[in-house]
């Protein structure tokens, strides 16, 4: 399984654009990418996922460069309530089955 | 569809019970995780089934924990004894499996936390 790494914890303001980048440098061809968040009390909620160039939803943009080798969780215009831990997740897709494994995340506290 | 339905929601059980966890996953999906978070580990995947069969569970800590998986509603993880040392918050997790642009990924539930005092 490929191994993900992200900062610990991250800062930000209210009404900024946030960008969480986990690299993930053994990555295979059949990997996707997905993030997850998860509020205290809760458990992990999908985000978006993703296998190359770059996808947008109606929550966030994620970024993948060419090597795949990273990518970049982008949170735009932020609010108190994105204040989460948000995992950054590889695993297979083609097969039929996959399992995620999660690292420690990145704690973001989005301050007024 | 109400998501995936664990319960209880708390459990506060003594050194020595046995523990009983359950889950419901999303109808339709075939796939389903057990999942126990704890601040020093984090989250660890614990066992996890397809169509009711158990497939890895690697992650399973010791002979005291097991899962079985009845039938496709349905779900549980008993500790037997239970310890301290199992206090954490129990996730169930359901999925179709593929992880394609038309996926939404594993389902979560909110999740049992665990006592044992």
């Known amino acids: 399984l490929a191994k993900t790494t992200q900062p610990i914890s991250m800062d930000s303001y209210e009404g900024q654009e946030v960008n969480i980048t986990c690299s993930h440098n053994?990555?295979?061809?059949?990997?996707?990418i997905t993030w997850y968040q998860q509020f205290p009390s809760q458990g992990p909620r999908f985000i978006i996922q993703?296998?190359?160039t770059k996808v947008t939803n109606e929550v966030a943009s994620l970024f993948i460069p060419a090597d795949r080798k990273s990518s970049t969780l982008s949170l735009p215009r932020v609010s108190l309530s994105d204040t989460a831990v948000y995992y950054c997740?590889?695993?297979?897709?083609?097969?039929?089955?996959?399992?995620?494994?999660f690292g420690k995340g990145t704690m973001l506290l989005v301050s007024p | 569809d109400a998501g995936v339905i664990q319960s209880p929601r708390h459990e506060v059980t003594e050194m020595g019970q046995e523990v009983t966890l359950r889950c419901k996953p999303i109808?339709?999906?075939?796939?389903l995780f057990w999942y126990r978070q704890t601040m020093m580990r984090g989250l660890e995947l614990l066992i996890y089934?397809?169509?009711?069969?158990?497939?890895?569970d690697s992650g399973m800590p010791e002979d005291r924990f097991s899962a079985k998986m009845p039938n496709a509603s349905f779900s549980t993880l008993k500790i037997q004894p239970s310890e301290p040392r199992d206090s954490a918050v129990y996730f169930c997790?359901?999925?179709?499996?593929?992880?394609?642009?038309?996926?939404?990924?594993?389902?979560f539930g909110s999740g049992t936390r665990l006592t044992v005092v």
């Open positions: 997790a359901s999925s179709t499996g593929r992880l394609d642009v038309f996926n939404y990924g594993y389902t």
């Open positions: 053994n990555i295979a061809t059949n990997d996707y």
């Open positions: 993703g296998y190359k």
């Open positions: 997740l590889v695993g297979e897709g083609h097969s039929g089955y996959s399992t995620l494994t």
């Open positions: 109808s339709g999906h075939d796939y």
């Open positions: 089934f397809n169509n009711n069969v158990p497939i890895d």
